[in-house]
């Protein structure tokens, strides 16, 4: 995955975290999917890096999701 794939993610995961700040487990790949399909019914001004989540696999999402646990 290019650093422009890996950086839209972050930003993706980062704004799942920002707007649920109490998600007090780990969520698995198709919990973010979820979150991001919500976000997005709740407005239509959402941020672009939510329909890349939606389409990138469950694998690249994991691996991302393991590096935003380690900062």
């Known amino acids: 995955m ?3 794939r890996n950086e ?3 930003e993706a995961i980062t704004r799942i975290y920002s707007a649920f700040p109490n998600l007090s487990y780990k969520p698995r790949p198709d919990d ?4 991001a399909a919500y976000m997005k ?5 959402y941020p ?3 329909d890349f989540l939606l389409n990138v696999s469950n694998r ?12």
């Not at 690249?60 to 900062?71: C, D, F, N, P, S």
């Open 41 to 45: 019914s709740q407005s239509s001004d």
């Open 60 to 71: 690249e999402i994991e691996l991302e999701l393991l590096r935003h646990k380690r900062h």
């Open 48 to 50: 672009a890096s939510l």
């Open 32 to 35: 973010v999917k979820l979150l």
């Open 2 to 4: 290019c650093s422009t």
């Open 8 to 10: 839209t993610l972050k």
